[in-house]
């Protein structure tokens, strides 16, 4: 089974406030994926990469950076947090562009 | 509108019942699909695909696709305690692979 891991798990910021979210994965896939989750929409790309140092835009990339450091390492940067991006955000990878998507277990993100 | 809906947004059968959801899209651009679920406190977990009309059956699970309707749909026979969870469908284009998820239908098995 492919693994993707997240950190961290949970976390609290104020807005306004910087925040890192990171991801991992370890199956040697090259795309992997930033989405979030939110009540009554389901999941929502925001930003996808299909190498170290590539960046494609999704569909709902405001107010978030990303950056793909290295094969394995996928980072997710919201440097103005805003109340709007509290949410559940999961990280995916797959071997290819139309290949299964594995996802981490997810960071619940809470913006005072 | 939303690209990909899926009925109904909740379900609930008997155990050893049948449960069918359904998902259609409004963008012809998408050609291929997805059944994802999601048991709460974990990330989605892929099912099964489908790219072909017709049906396609792994184990207790069967998919569905229409490609003239953009119609795809999921039948779980037999169905467990184990398979409440929730279940999104997922579409996306041939040339970017991006997936566009529907908001899910939410199935619970009664003992």
């Known amino acids: 089974e492919a693994a993707v891991t997240q950190s961290p798990r949970n976390k609290v910021t104020v807005t306004g406030g910087n925040v890192t979210l990171s991801c991992r994965q370890t199956?040697?896939?090259?795309?992997m994926y930033w989405y979030r989750q939110d009540t009554g929409h389901g999941l929502r790309l925001i930003h996808y990469?299909?190498?170290?140092?590539?960046?494609q835009i999704g569909d709902v990339p405001d107010g978030y950076k990303a950056t793909r450091t290295t094969q394995e390492d996928f980072f997710l940067l919201l440097e103005l947090a805003s109340p709007s991006q509290t949410s559940l955000y999961f990280c995916?990878?797959?071997?290819?562009?139309?290949?299964?998507?594995?996802f981490g277990p997810g960071t619940r993100l809470l913006v005072l | 509108q939303q690209k990909v809906q899926q009925s109904p947004e909740s379900l609930s059968v008997p155990e050893g019942g049948m449960a069918s959801l359904n998902c259609t899209s409004s963008?012809?651009?998408?050609?291929y699909f997805w059944w994802y679920r999601q048991h709460s406190g974990e990330g989605p977990k892929a099912l099964m695909?489908?790219?072909?009309?017709g049906d396609k059956k792994e184990g207790r699970f069967t998919a569905h696709l229409n490609k003239a309707s953009l119609h795809v749909s999921l039948h779980i026979r037999d169905s467990q305690p184990s398979d409440s969870a929730l279940y999104f469908c997922?579409?996306?284009?041939?040339?970017?692979?991006?997936?566009?998820f529907g908001d899910g239908t939410v199935l619970t098995v009664k003992p």
């Open positions: 995916a990878s797959s071997r290819d562009i139309q290949d299964t998507q594995y």
């Open positions: 199956n040697s896939h090259n795309y």
């Open positions: 695909s489908i790219f072909s009309d």
């Open positions: 963008d012809r651009n998408f050609q």
């Open positions: 997922a579409a996306s284009e041939p040339n970017t692979g991006k997936l566009t």
């Open positions: 990469s299909y190498g170290a140092g590539n960046l």
